[in-house]
């Protein structure tokens, strides 16, 4: 047991907490970060300039408490998401991280339990062992793939308080039929079961992949989460947000911290609300990067699943974690998630993605690549 381990258990810890190490993916000072999926285009001039007189404008007000209920960020959003939602069915938080967090605060808690269906996000176990909730790991077809059929089953059998379903699905970047998202819910009736479609990526899916935001109307229990993190390129502003009925909303407000969305958090997302047209046309560009991603693995010989989100997940590595040491030598970090064969990468700007390909490139060819 390490030093750090071994003095914080020295300390009254909860029972669940001994023995977790904390989120952590490096944060490395190298010149190409594709390994947290953050958005690799930057925030647009003119995008940057209104958030920056937002934010002077907030700035005048900050003796105050800001608005508790965030009611004009609520609104922007529910226009942003339309499908018929307005303020009463959303709710936001420093990062969707945080939403979850009240989501498993409200409807999680000691004796209950939360499923999820991995590999998928990691700060799910962790969002659960936080908040005293039981974490059980459902399964998935040796392809990842989860089919209506067999999440159902599961849910019928395990009985879950709260189910994560993660679409598209981190780290594979593949999005999940609704029809998964249907059956959970319904067998999920008898154990009154929260139902959470995560959708950070949904922006970059490709053209025509349903949301489940179209399976809200009369599924009270089921909820939508979003984040600003990745299409809008705020992860540095922190808002995450979700929708769901408006009771699910009020149940939420029981577990905030009051005045959890600073005034400043709040001017910034409006701001790249009102702008999200300059923010969108970036996104296209993420997604012919990521396309030109899955086109080059593939002529690499390597096995890239189909992703609906701005990251690529891949396999038909002898050696992942040397490949991946390899590219951080070259200046390029990249995403082990300790699954045997396989990698995780970010999409790039046209010039980061080009610098990956041709770095991984010349390392399956047995040279070494060359400073990014
Ligand atoms: C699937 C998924 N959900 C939620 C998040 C959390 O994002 P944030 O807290 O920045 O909104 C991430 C971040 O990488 C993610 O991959």
Redesign the pocket.
Known sequence: MNDQLERLNRLPLRSNLRGLTPYGAPQLDVPILLN??ENTHGVPADVRAAISAAVTEAAAGLNRYPDREFTELRKALAEYLGHGLDESNVWAA???????QQILQAFGGPGRTALGFPP??S?YPLLASGTDTRYITGERAGNYDLTAESAARQVRELQPNIVFL?SP??PTGTALGLDVVEAVYEAGAGSQTIVIV?E??HEFAHEGTPSALTLLPGRERLIV?R????AFAL?GA???YMAAAPEVTDALRLVRLPYHLSAITQATALAALEHREALMAEVEDIKRQRDRIVEGLTRLGLTPAASDSNFVFFGGLENPHEVWQELLDAGVLIRDVGIPGHLRVTAGTEAETTAFLTSLERILAGQAALPA
């Open positions: 947290v999926n420093n990062g969707s991280n945080e939403v979850l998928t996000y700060m993660c699905n981190n995560d950070a990526y989460s984040t600003m993190s990745k992860a922190r808002l995450g």
